[in-house]
């Protein structure tokens, strides 16, 4: 599991297979997948509407998997 912090919020990232996302805590998306996926979920800070975009892939080699993730359209991680 990745855990990724922005804003004193917590955004935890489990891939290959069955891939979770969770936002605070609470489970946002679950897929499953094996050569990755883009999860999109939505989520209210200090009162604004805002837009996640966590995107799963593995990498050349398949034994390892990368992350980006974006908050409003702005890339804030990534791994790849």
């Known amino acids: 599991m990745m ?3 922005h804003n004193d919020h ?3 990232v489990q891939g ?3 891939e ?7 489970e946002m998306s679950s897929k499953l997948s094996f050569l990755g ?5 939505g989520v209210t ?12 892939g593995t990498r050349w080699h398949g034994c390892a998997w990368w992350c ?8 804030i991680f990534t791994n790849r």
């Open 3 to 5: 855990t990724i912090m």
């Open 10 to 12: 917590r955004i935890e």
């Open 16 to 18: 290959f297979g069955r």
């Open 20 to 26: 979770r996302v969770f936002y605070d805590g609470k």
């Open 37 to 41: 996926s883009t999860h999109i979920f």
């Open 45 to 56: 800070e200090d009162g604004e509407q805002i837009q996640y975009e966590v995107r799963l």
């Open 68 to 75: 980006e993730v974006k908050r409003q359209g702005m890339l």
